[in-house]
């Protein structure tokens, strides 16, 4: 039997033989596509080719790419870990041929290597062809069908839908019909029973799509139409792991070689054992899955955060760690214990676990450690919600409540309805889903962006010319309307361009297109998928005309400085803590830098003030910059440039050298480090777990800023009589407002003793409660301290009500004796009611409640009505 690794490495070596570049795989992060955050499919990485944006470097290319599908259309997200064959990361083995072999070629290499290298029994193979659609005027794809019938009998080959038989890139672009091809891996007796053809896309777990040949050869226009590709492409994709499966005749990809070795560990580290229970096997599974997501997603440089694609990487870990939590019985970190069995698996195929593992590991440890103290929270939240909705009689919790609990503290909704049932309640799920529907309808509405069909002004490729020059002779190729949050822009592409595009971590440039009628100002210049894409407000009025593009030249010179600081600090950080620091990130702008980098513990100061004139060292040294435009990469590795993990590097790539700084960018570069003139450190800070920050300005800001220090510390100096000795005089100067405080604190504490003794010698006693109400003129601290000072007096049949005036701001603190509550009466419903009065509002425990407000004049009848409300 074939290993996992075997059968990827027969893959590659397949493809290899028929003439197919073997690429590695992109990032499963994607970075300068708009459209995408997660590498989601095979053809990702190819997509700028196929739109037709880049020329293809070779004809035919094949790999294993690394996937995920957890938003969006493809959301597997739900089914993963409750049945046995969907994945979050999964990886697809792809071939693709741009303008070389078509549907004859495709199908006839998949039959080859399925059927005569991987030995899969003919009998077992079904394939789908798409049927057609009359009402776009699409024929059945005949051609496809004729080709299979060379390999299968006409009862193998099925007809299917637009919805399973017609791939679409998106709402428009490149588009066409695909054939999937189905392995029936049922028993012989099941097979006799039913045909394989009459399983297909029914869902059955034994019959299964395993490849998917993609025959690209229309674009989908904004109006829906269709118009022929002009060059035919093939891009297949094959499940790795259900191709595992069914050669190693199992029947869930979990009893592979790929997730086997996971889950005895799982199994070893809970003292569970996968196969004893359904709630256990589903947790394992979930867990053995989504470690493989978040341990690539942080070697591909995607941090769990708050947005975006950190916040889908957070939410998949939570998953995991949720279900660990409630059925293996993890109330400690456990996922990160598992990476070192990750990488044992898989880091021979992909390398860039082994060398990010440190990181991957404390990651995942501290994201755990962070959500188990959430899941505490969460947990005793509901525990109250439950004990308030007893308490009007009712067993059911508001679906709002539930949607806080998910949406503010992470708790997922099956969580709180296994704790609900195990107390015999439940959740109103119809306003919890209307809850969320209304939060999708938000997200959708501010992300929603709407493009029009790209109109051609005249054919041609773009050349970036911004390297040697910020203002060039140029026009317009296309341009297109895009209409996002109810604003209209858009979106032009030059035939020269000296603007650079967004693009690792350094902002677009600005600026105008001119000539001798009109300006245009250009607001930003974005890449996608390669491409330099320039947004503004306005057409020219005659688009055909010849402009001038001028970008920012001030701007672009503060983004090279800043850029070129940026490379510099690189290096000195190296130097300073070691080579283990790689960058994780960066933002370059016109206003500062900032560089996260990975270590694992706060910089200290002297390690900053180190790295600090090291940088400003280098800038004095005023090095030349030595660019290499078009190096052999292999040469540029030996050269020692350093590459930052999940960019994507052709054979040849730009090298830039100040000294001994040596980096792979396509930034704007000062010409030599003295032009940017000074460094300063503004702040260090923690990103994530073993993820440093330090934001830094350069040049004419450090100016700026040394000028704000200076006159902050003449204007100190003013307030201390321009004492000589400034520290001094400031350390004495707190040293006396502590001894003052002391005396203010210690003279609080007598009046509160009076005003106690004197409020104790006043109470009133009315149904055989001794009642205490009063209004003064103290801070709400200590009309809270007076309010438990006398709780220890009195301990039982005790009604403290008290308003306190701060700044013109009441305050309404009620404090109730233990038994008195036991008796029905509840602080925090008394103040919320009462808190109307003062216009504010509030709330607390049974025993001990405030409430806060602005209008003082309501204090005496906010008393006056919580004394009502108990009957007092």
């Known amino acids: 039997m074939m290993t996992a690794n075997e059968i990827r490495e027969s893959f590659k070596n397949f493809y290899r033989s028929k003439g197919h570049q073997i690429v590695p795989s992109a990032p499963m992060v994607v970075k300068d596509d708009p459209t995408l955050m997660f590498t989601n499919a095979g053809m990702n990485q190819w997509k700028d080719i196929i739109l037709g944006n880049h020329p293809a470097k070779y004809k035919r290319v094949a790999d294993s790419q690394k996937c995920l599908r957890v938003s969006g259309k493809h959301n597997d997200l739900e089914e993963v870990g409750h049945d046995t064959y969907h994945h979050t990361m999964f990886e697809m083995l792809g071939n693709w041929s741009f303008g070389d072999y078509f549907k004859e070629g495709a199908i006839d290499f998949a039959w080859e290597y399925l059927v005569e290298v991987l030995h899969v029994d003919p009998n077992d193979l079904y394939v789908t062809v798409f049927e057609g659609s009359p009402s776009e005027n699409i024929p059945r794809d005949e051609e496809a069908a004729r080709y299979w019938s060379k390999h299968l009998p006409a009862d193998h080959i099925i007809d299917g839908n637009k919805h399973d038989n017609f791939w679409e890139m998106g709402d428009t672009g490149p588009c066409g019909p695909c054939s999937e091809i189905h392995v029936d891996s049922r028993t012989p007796a099941e097979k006799a029973q039913v045909p394989g053809r009459e399983k297909v896309n029914k869902d059955d777990p034994q019959v299964i799509e395993i490849w998917n040949i993609v025959f690209m050869q229309f674009n989908r226009k904004a109006d829906g139409s269709l118009e022929p590709l002009p060059m035919h492409v093939i891009d297949t994709g094959m499940g790795f792991e259900r191709l595992v499966r069914m050669l190693q005749g199992k029947h869930s990809n979990y009893d592979t070689d790929l997730f086997q070795p996971m889950l005895r ?444 220090i200076q006159d902050v510390l003449n204007g100190v100096r003013t307030l201390f009589n321009h004492a000589p000795d400034l520290q001094s005089a400031i350390k004495k100067h707190i040293e006396e407002n502590a001894e003052l405080k002391k005396q203010v604190e210690d003279f609080l504490k007598e009046k509160t003793a009076l005003v106690k003794a004197k409020l104790l010698a006043n109470a009133v006693e009315k149904n055989g409660v001794k009642v205490i109400s009063t209004i003064l003129p103290v801070p709400p601290a200590v009309a809270k301290d007076i309010a438990f000072q006398l709780k220890g007096e009195i301990a039982s049949d005790l009604f403290v009500v008290i308003g306190s005036i701060e700044n013109e701001r009441p305050t309404l603190t009620v404090m109730i004796s233990e038994d008195l509550v036991k008796g029905g009466l509840d602080a925090g419903r008394l103040v919320r009611e009462a808190a109307t009065l003062i216009q504010g509002g509030g709330g607390g425990q049974p025993h001990f409640a405030t409430a806060g407000g602005k209008l003082a004049d309501g204090l005496s009848m906010a008393i006056d009505k919580v004394l009502a409300l108990a009957n007092l």
């Not at 140029?474 to 595009?501: D, G, H, M, N, W």
Request: aromatic share 8%; glycine share 8%; hydrophobic share 40%.
């Open 265 to 708: 560990a799982i199994g070893a580290l809970s003292g569970k054992r996968y196969g004893d229970g359904e709630k256990t096997d589903i947790a394992m599974r979930v867990v053995a899955d989504h470690i493989r997501t978040i341990a690539f997603s942080i070697a591909d440089g995607q941090l769990p955060g708050n947005a975006k694609a950190g916040y889908v990487i957070r939410r998949i870990l939570r998953r995991a760690v949720r279900y660990a939590y409630t059925f293996l019985n993890q109330k400690q970190a456990f996922l990160y214990k598992l990476v070192p069995v990750l990488i044992a698996d898989m880091g021979g195929a992909y390398p860039e676990l082994k060398k990010q593992e440190r990181l991957i590991e404390k990651v995942i440890e501290e994201e755990e450690e962070a959500f188990l103290r959430t899941l505490d929270t969460g947990i005793r939240l509901l525990e109250k919600m439950m004990t308030e909705t007893r308490a009007v009689g009712k067993r059911e919790i508001s679906g709002t409540d539930a949607f806080t609990l998910y949406d503010t503290f992470g708790f997922p909704l099956d969580l709180t309805e296994l704790i609900l049932r195990e107390n015999g309640m439940t959740v109103d799920e119809s306003a919890f889903d209307a809850e969320m529907q209304k939060q999708k309808q938000r997200a959708r509405h501010a992300a929603t962006i709407e493009t029009g069909d790209w109109v051609i002004v005249r054919e041609g490729e773009t050349n970036f010319v911004g390297y040697d020059t910020t203002e060039c002779e140029t026009s317009i190729l296309r341009y297109r309307e895009v209409v996002q949050k109810k604003q209209t822009f858009y979106q032009i592409v030059l035939k020269e361009t000296p603007f650079y595009a967004e693009s690792g971590g350094q902002v677009g440039d600005t600026g105008v297109l001119k000539n001798a009628d009109e300006t245009i100002e250009i607001i930003d210049t974005k890449k996608e998928n390669d491409l330099p894409i320039h947004l503004t407000q306005k057409l020219p009025a005659h688009i055909a005309a010849t402009f001038v593009a001028c970008v920012d030249e001030k701007k672009r010179a503060a983004c090279a400085a800043n850029h070129s600081c940026t490379h510099l600090f690189d290096f000195a950080l190296r130097s300073v803590l070691g080579n283990h620091v790689e960058q994780k990130g960066s933002l370059v702008t016109s206003e500062g830098l900032r560089f996260d980098f990975s270590h694992f513990q706060k910089v200290t100061d002297e390690q900053l003030r180190e790295v600090e004139h090291i940088v400003n060292a280098l800038i004095r040294d005023d090095i030349p910059l030595e660019e290499h435009r078009h190096m052999p990469i292999d040469e540029a590795k030996r050269l020692g440039a350093i590459a930052l993990f999940g960019e994507k590097y052709g054979d040849e790539v730009r090298v830039v050298k100040f000294g001994p700084s040596v980096e792979f960018c396509g930034g704007t570069h000062v010409t030599a480090t003295g032009k940017i003139g000074m460094a300063r450190i503004a702040s260090e800070s923690s990103v994530a777990a073993g993820v440093r920050r330090i934001e830094a300005i350069t040049g004419e800001k450090v100016e700026e800023w040394m000028n704000t």
